[in-house]
């Protein structure tokens, strides 16, 4: 299927109010859009569309639900350790992390998202722990679900010496 051209997806929705727009319109008019020099207009036309369009019929997706946030710390263990779990059917952002090293031997803690069976991985921030000292993880906010809830992983140190906190809150979906 070939490429919208710049400006042309802009021009299909012209005479549409956003808050008339579906999303299969949006679909329609912007079709496959690729990253490549010449794409660029489509890209960030067809950007601008969906922000508009999030703007008045979803004002307030990915907001924080107000008095959901909670802070939680487990203790660092062998393998991939999630530090709760969420509910199915409702999103999460995580806000701040830190770890504390209460042992006298520096370690290393893999913060990320894992799955249900704890069997995978993905890491999103690792961080290095001074003995006696507590370390902030530098994130951003990040999304997740209990399809993927946020874990951590210990790649050096002793286990359980290392205990991971984290600020997370319930967002509207």
Excluded: W
């Excluded at 069976?117 to 209990?146: M, R």
């Amino acid at each position: 299927m070939p490429t919208k051209q710049s400006n042309e997806v802009r021009n299909q929705l012209h005479t549409l109010q956003v808050e008339n727009l579906t999303p299969a319109q949006i679909e329609s008019a912007a079709g496959g859009v690729f990253l490549s020099r010449n794409e660029d207009g489509t890209l960030l036309d067809t950007q601008s569309i969906v922000k508009s369009f999030q703007a008045v019929k979803l004002p307030t997706l990915g907001a924080l639900i107000p008095n959901t946030c909670v802070i939680v710390s487990r203790t660092a263990d062998s393998g991939i350790l999630p530090l709760f779990t969420p509910i199915v059917n409702k999103s999460y952002v995580l806000y701040a992390a830190d770890v504390l090293n209460s042992g006298g031997v520096p370690g290393e803690i893999n913060l990320g998202y894992t799955n249900a069976a704890n069997d995978k991985f993905v890491t999103i921030k690792a961080i290095g722990a001074n003995p006696g000292a507590t370390t902030a993880f530098e994130i951003t906010p990040v999304f997740f679900d209990s399809g993927a809830p946020i874990g951590m992983r210990m790649t050096s140190g002793t286990a359980s010496d290392h205990t991971v906190s984290i600020l997370y809150g319930e967002v509207v979906q």
